[in-house]
Structures are given as structure tokens and as C-alpha cells.
């Protein structure tokens, strides 16, 4: 399957927002004095779009300052007869951050935008525009859909290293030109201090840029938005950004490592022991630094379907906030699970009401892959999986269920896509090899990280009777994003046949490994 022609983003990319790159970086990282005197707003650290539909979407600011967010919107990077929109007034009380969303925009179309930040007293004054760009979900299937995924980002004690070229992999995602990026989870580590340099092997020495905020782990709201801030010092995410919306989701690192609710820390590096508490002020920090539509809402929350036009849905789950407490996981009934029961019917009803072609489940956790939590010192469990490859247990009991919904009610053209294990993999679920049969086989693809520590692969779980036929992780733990095993994942779903085509990619882009699925079929 071939890819179809960049559209006329790539000048724009040339254009404006490279030719804008010196007044897109923090005053922290180097901006031009001048405008960092001038006492107009600046924007800093880029603009973001997220959650974008066939004729809305979202754009993301930080200012400086106080600042009245405005946004125009035209239909070339010329902005020739641009539509204006005002935003929120941004603020201490959000960290200068804002969202406007953008309404009643053309399906299936590149949209240029603008943002500009005004004095609240002064509408008059504006700072520099940042200009960034995307494209709508198509109303139609003949334009197919292509997206990227991954996830873990800065994490291990490997951070920014200019010597690197910081988050180059993010390069290799955007010459693809994808309609949207699919974060995973882990978007920081909040639990993952930053030193300044750390050895490798061989007498080389990483170096990290580094912050206040990224000296120890996070506790106060300022720190975990401290946090959020490090990541967008890079110039590879600030540009990635401002050509590629994405659909966010969160994990553990955002908060502290293999959290969940109720949990009383041991680590002694916390004076804040209260892991609701943390929760709380991350989960805060996280909603102002994405551009995410449920989270702002009352009783806002992660857990949310994306519909990209009639090819696809993404079903974006939240694995962290409604679970059980991690344990041996071997328990005959679990109502609560890793989803919690009302999630898990939401999921099951708007499985069953979706009409797109493909159905991806963004699962920030892998199924059938053991991943263990040792934190406590105790042989307890982090994800689905146990270790136990007989008739489901624990959290398996949930999984179950959905797994049996999909069957019986002949959902077809589900995917699963997650990160989290610092490694990537492929692995096909049968019943015909597992305890637990009552289900249609599936697929479920692994990767990541972005720019964290790569480790070996995990163990696999009979119960769902999963088939690793490809992995790529290192034999040793921890392995530097300087020696590689950092990766991304692409979707293609072609408009003309409804194909999906998976690939598995290395951090220059090189493909390691190819999956192509047919439409309309409930297992396969």
C-alpha cells in the first residue's frame, strides 16, 4: 500500500512556522531579548491542536503573562479572509494556559491557524503570532486515515540531550504527515528527576537540559506543571505540535510510578504521602497543558471516543483512575477491575453503537503481557496480566467480559493499541490457544518509548492465548535512547479498500515489522 501525497502542509512547515522558530521558544531556552522586553504576550512554548473531529477541534496556548488567547483560521498559510475567534482570558489561576475551540470548519480539510495573544488592557497590543496547522477528519472514505502512536516519554533519568538532537523521533513521525498522534500514556514522569548528565556504557556521558521543576519528583501544582513545561522545551515537539493534533491519554508517570487510587506512598522521597492528593494536582496540571475536549467539562474525564470520520473511532481509555488496588491479582470475582464498572459499560455501548469501519481500543496498558509492581516489595500486578495462563483472575474477569460483549454482539474490525513496556511487539490472541474461549481473535500492537529507558520484553499471559510473531527489545535493562530501541507505531487505513495496515517503526522511521488487516470481520 503506498502512501498518499503530503498535501501543502510541507511548505507551510518551511514556511511560516520554521521561519517563526526563534519566536516560538521559551524565554528559558534561549528567546530573542527584544521581544522578551516588549511587554507583550508571548506564546512561548507552541500551540497544540487535540481531539479533532470532521468540523471541530481544539487549539492550545501558554502565555507569558496575563493575555486575551486569540485565534484566526483560514483556509491558506496566507490567512487571506481568516475567521477570527476569541478565547479565554489566560491566567495564574490555569498557568497561562487556554483552549478555544474551533467550530463549524470543513471536513476533510488542511486548516491553517493562528494564534496571537493580547494585552487584557490593551486588545491593541499582541504579541508574535505562532501559526500551526491540521487537518479535519474527512466526512467521506475515500481519503483513508493515518495515524501514529506511541508513548513514555522522558523517562529513566533520560531527558532532553541537545547533543542528540533532542526528541528526534518525533521528526520521523511528522515527515509521515499523519492525521493525528495517539499518546499512550506517560506524557511525563513525574516520579523521574532529572541529573544534569548519567554515564553509558563505554565512558560516554548522556546530558540532559534541566529545570527547577524536574530536580525531584513532583508533588506541588507548580511542579507537576513544571513537569509538563520541560517536555515542551524541545524543538522537535513544538513543531511536531503545531502540525499534528493528537489524542492524549494518561498513565502512571504522570502522577507517581504503578499509582492507584487510595494508595498510601512508601517512597521516602514524598513528604506528600497521598497518592488522591497527587492524583488530584496532576490530573489539574494535565488538563491545562492538552488540549483534551471531556477533561474540562464538569466532572471531567480522559475516557472518551474520537471519530474520525466513517474508517475510524478511537476509543481512548483511562487504566488508571476508576482500578482496583495493584495485588496478586489472583481474586475468583472483581467487580472493580482496571476500567471500573462504569467505564466498562460505557466502552461496551458505544462499542456496539460505533458504525466506523475500524474500531481502535487506546489501551494505555497491555493485556496480555506481565507487567509486575514490586514497589511495595510484594509480588503484586500492575496491568491485566498475572503470570496465570489458566481460566481468567482478577483483573482478567473484566477483560473477559469485554472480550465475550465483542463476540456475541459480532462487533467487527476491533484493535488494540497501547505502550507502557518500553518495547515493541505484535501478538495475536486466539482462543484456540487460550484457557478463556469465549471470545473472537484479535490484535494488539506495542510501542514506545519515545525518549525513555528501552527494556527487555515481558513475559506473556496464556489465558487469552496470545502469539508474539514480532518483537525488537533490548537484552538489558534501562538501554538509553543514545543506543536506540526507541519506537513509534503507524495506522494506515486506505480509503478504497478499508485495509489497515500496522507497521511497527525504529526512531528513524525504518519499518520493522507490517500487519495488514481486512475489513469487516469480527475476528481475524
Not at 517563526?20 to 521581544?35: E, F, R
Not at 471541530?56 to 502565555?63: I, Y
Amino acid at each position: 500500500m503506498s502512501l498518499r501525497p503530503l498535501p501543502g502542509r510541507r511548505s507551510v512547515l518551511r514556511g511560516s512556522l520554521a521561519a517563526s522558530a526563534a519566536l516560538t521558544l521559551p524565554v528559558a531556552a534561549g528567546a530573542a531579548p527584544a521581544l522578551a522586553l516588549s511587554g507583550r504576550p508571548r506564546a512561548g512554548w507552541g500551540v497544540q491542536t487535540g481531539d479533532v473531529t470532521t468540523d471541530s477541534g481544539l487549539v492550545w496556548v501558554r502565555s507569558d503573562r496575563p493575555a486575551r488567547m486569540i485565534v484566526e483560521t483560514a483556509a491558506t498559510p496566507s490567512f487571506r479572509n481568516a475567521r477570527r475567534r476569541l478565547g479565554p482570558l489566560l491566567g495564574a489561576d490555569s498557568d497561562f494556559t487556554g483552549t478555544t475551540r474551533l467550530h463549524g470548519l470543513p471536513a476533510g480539510e488542511q486548516i491553517h491557524y493562528r494564534v496571537l495573544l493580547a494585552d487584557p488592557d490593551d486588545p491593541r497590543r499582541t504579541g508574535e503570532p505562532v501559526t500551526g496547522t491540521f487537518r479535519t477528519a474527512s466526512a467521506t472514505r475515500r481519503d483513508g486515515v493515518r495515524l501514529v502512536w506511541s508513548g513514555d516519554l522522558a523517562g529513566q533519568g533520560w531527558g532532553i540531550n541537545p547533543e542528540l538532537g533532542g526528541y528526534r523521533i518525533y521528526r520521523a513521525m511528522a515527515a509521515l504527515d499523519p492525521d493525528f498522534f495517539l499518546c499512550s500514556g506517560d506524557n511525563i514522569y513525574a516520579d523521574g528527576p532529572l541529573a544534569g548528565s548519567a554515564p553509558l556504557p563505554g565512558g560516554r556521558t548522556w546530558r540532559n537540559v534541566t529545570t527547577e521543576e524536574k530536580a525531584k519528583v513532583a508533588e506541588t501544582l507548580a511542579e507537576f506543571r513544571g513537569n509538563f513545561r520541560y517536555n515542551l522545551l524541545d524543538d522537535n515537539l513544538r513543531r511536531f505540535n503545531a502540525q499534528v493534533p493528537s489524542v492524549v491519554q494518561w498513565d502512571d508517570h504522570e502522577v507517581t510510578n504503578n499509582w492507584y487510587p487510595g494508595e498510601i506512598l512508601g517512597d521516602a522521597r514524598y513528604t506528600e504521602k497521598d497518592v488522591d492528593v497527587l492524583a488530584a494536582r496532576a490530573r489539574r496540571a494535565f488538563s491545562e497543558y492538552f488540549p483534551i475536549s471531556t477533561l474540562r467539562r464538569p466532572n471531567g474525564r480522559v475516557h472518551r471516543v474520537q471519530r474520525h470520520g466513517p474508517l475510524l473511532d478511537v476509543f481512548v481509555l483511562d487504566m488508571r483512575t476508576y482500578r482496583d488496588a495493584n495485588s496478586p491479582d489472583a481474586q475468583t470475582a472483581d467487580a472493580q477491575g482496571i476500567l471500573g464498572r462504569e467505564q466498562l459499560e460505557w466502552l461496551k455501548r458505544e462499542l456496539a453503537r460505533s458504525r466506523a469501519v475500524w474500531k481502535v481500543i487506546a489501551a494505555d496498558m497491555p493485556l496480555g503481557l506481565v507487567v509486575p509492581d514490586t514497589t511495595d516489595g510484594e509480588p503484586d500486578f500492575e496491568a491485566v496480566a498475572q503470570g496465570d495462563p489458566g481460566a481468567p483472575l482478577g483483573r482478567e474477569l473484566q477483560i473477559a467480559e469485554l472480550l465475550r460483549f465483542v463476540k456475541h454482539r459480532r462487533i467487527t474490525g476491533t484493535v488494540w493499541l497501547t505502550a507502557d513496556v518500553h518495547h515493541t511487539s505484535a501478538q495475536h490472541y486466539d482462543p484456540s490457544r487460550a484457557a478463556f474461549k469465549d471470545f473472537a481473535p484479535f490484535w494488539e500492537f506495542v510501542s514506545g518509548p519515545l525518549n525513555a529507558g528501552a527494556f527487555p520484553a515481558s513475559a506473556l499471559d496464556g489465558t487469552f492465548g496470545p502469539d508474539r510473531v514480532f518483537v525488537k527489545a533490548p537484552a538489558t535493562a534501562n538501554v538509553s535512547p543514545a543506543d536506540g530501541y526507541q519506537f513509534f507505531g503507524e495506522v494506515d487505513i486506505d480509503g478504497d479498500s478499508g485495509e489497515l495496515t500496522v507497521r511497527l517503526r525504529e526512531q528513524d522511521g525504518t519499518v520493522l515489522f507490517t500487519k495488514v488487516l481486512q475489513p469487516g470481520r469480527v475476528g481475524q
